[in-house]
């Protein structure tokens, strides 16, 4: 595969690709033009070929795609192909609904570990993994050869946690805390913020209302 570099905006349609493919996959399909991929998507046929001509194409004049392989390649492109073993930080309710999300394994994300600082919250259990102190983060993280902390603690916290976090050569951090993290060069840190799609969703649900009612008032006039 061409090795050049592929815009992060290319990277971030990538895994909705991969989930599509995967249930086609699932389904029996074995080919899929690029028209037939795009109504499933609702995305332009033009972009389905311009976004995956940016690794090779993959595709066929009169073929069209070939499932399987479109997905192992999406897949191989997404590191998915990898293993890769985490661990999260903060044993509060998103930490712990993290680690109860069974589905992360599918994708080779293997959940290895869990901290608190809260010593109430040490020994108790999150899918037969046993909550430990932050004490031990460092030598937990260095000898199973962890590649993501997943934070899941308030922001104060966070920037602190994450300097230790760095000091252990983890290579990931995928941050909920609501605050922007200041990591040397080399550590992929990706944010994750629901609120902005909630708030993208409330956008979309003021814009209908308007088009709505304008449509209304037409309809009177
Ligand atoms: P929570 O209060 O239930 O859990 C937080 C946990 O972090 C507690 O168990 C606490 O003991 C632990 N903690 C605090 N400081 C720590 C430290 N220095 N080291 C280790 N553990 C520490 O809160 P919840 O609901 O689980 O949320 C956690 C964080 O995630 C909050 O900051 C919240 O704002 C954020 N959040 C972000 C979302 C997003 O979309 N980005 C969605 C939901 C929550």
Redo the contacts with the bound molecule.
Sequence with gaps: MDEKEISQAVIGRLPRYFRYLGELKDEGVERISSQDLSALMKVTASQIRQDFNNFGGFGQQGYGYNVEYLYDEIGKILGLDRRHKFVI?????????LGNYTNFERRGFIFRGM????PE?VGSQVRGIGVMP?EELERFIQENDIDIAV????????V??AERLVKTGIRAIW????VDLNVPEGIQVE??????SLMKLSYNISRYQMEDRHLGEQKRD
């Design positions: 930080i903060g044993a509060g309710n998103l930490g712990r609904a901290f608190d600082s809260n919250l932050m934070l899941a603690i308030p922001k104060a916290s966070a602190p946690v941050n909920f805390a609501h944010n994750v913020h629901l609120s902005d």
